[in-house]
């Protein structure tokens, strides 16, 4: 069994034990076995190891948890976001355009798209990312794009119902239908979690309900896109069917957050139903942002992710989006990276990932900045080092 010491860390982010609520220790140790996280001290303690890694006194922090992200499409969208930033407003219809590129190409550029935004995130510390579907939205090009985004991660999601395509544009109920039928079937095997964009122009609260009713029914999880562009019924629909996460959150009543606030656990430890926000949409269509503080002092459980798609939020940067909740969403930097990392991994049940904790995934990335802070403190600045994903150096 081979070891590998990840020493000389001047601050350790392990969202455990540890000071503050991020768990900080100082001048600490990390040994990963076989993938994992074996032991976590001060490294003055640290046990021999078949290998060392130096942190130089730098900040180690769990790998980000990109809990919200598209990558399974074709083509891009930047003379769309130039319309846009000339003064044309975001309505979500620029979807139906990525839809014909994506069905138009062929596994291999399909598969390429997702490895390279995929390579491009984990430059960028994300150890783990959700992927979803949505850009084909019929029964072959949902069950594809699901079946390549599977060979990278396991945490994919069925978005069948992103947009209603041009085809079934008067005929909303059959596309439902063909949604929670044979659409489903082919693409349950390759999901994890069914995903809805409920929202006005895409599917409003009864169509929602049904898809997200049979998701549940063929074993899995629920999470979908929710008040983005406007108030709605979708977070209160999530919190009603257990959503494990309500994706976007910018336009929130009070009995939206009181219905998110009622999820919270009897141990103190969050809400069951995550609040997911997307900052990088809210840059990238010049739109009002989320208010996270609202949130956080409900008590509701807030992630962050990156929402990576080519319409609305093209970037990969989990740093980028930690930046903008700190600057524009009114998070405290320690409130930023809980989210995107231990608030991401609630976002997906996951306990083993979003924290550095014996017995964890070992997913480690190792800061050019002796602290956490400098993530949001010096924004657009490449800091990180080094990358450890299951146990493995990049
Ligand atoms: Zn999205």
Known sequence: MSSLLVD??????TNGVGEGPLGIRRKAAVLIEEGRVAWVGPAAYAPAADRRIDAGGAAVLPGFVDSHAHLVFAGDRAAEFAARMAG???TGGGIRTTVGATRAATDDELRATVRRLRG???RQGTTTIEIKSGYGLNVADE????RIATETSSETTFLGAHVVPPEYADRPDDYVGLVCGPMLAAA???AKWIDVFCERGAFDVDHARAILACGQAAGLGVRLHANQLGP???VQLGVELGAASVDHCTHL???DIDALAGTAHSDGSGTSTVATLLPGAEFSTRSPYPDARRLLDAGVTVALATDCNPGSSYTSSMPFCIALAVREMRMTPAEALWAATAGGARALRRDDVGVLIPGARADLVVLDAPSYLHLAYRPGVPLIHQVIRNGVPQ
């Open 8 to 13: 000389n860390i001047g601050e350790l982010v």
């Open 88 to 90: 044309e407003r975001y």
């Open 120 to 122: 491009e995130a984990l």
């Open 143 to 146: 069950a594809r794009s699901l």
């Open 188 to 190: 349950a095997p390759y």
């Open 232 to 234: 709605g019924p979708g």
């Open 253 to 255: 009543s009070d009995a």
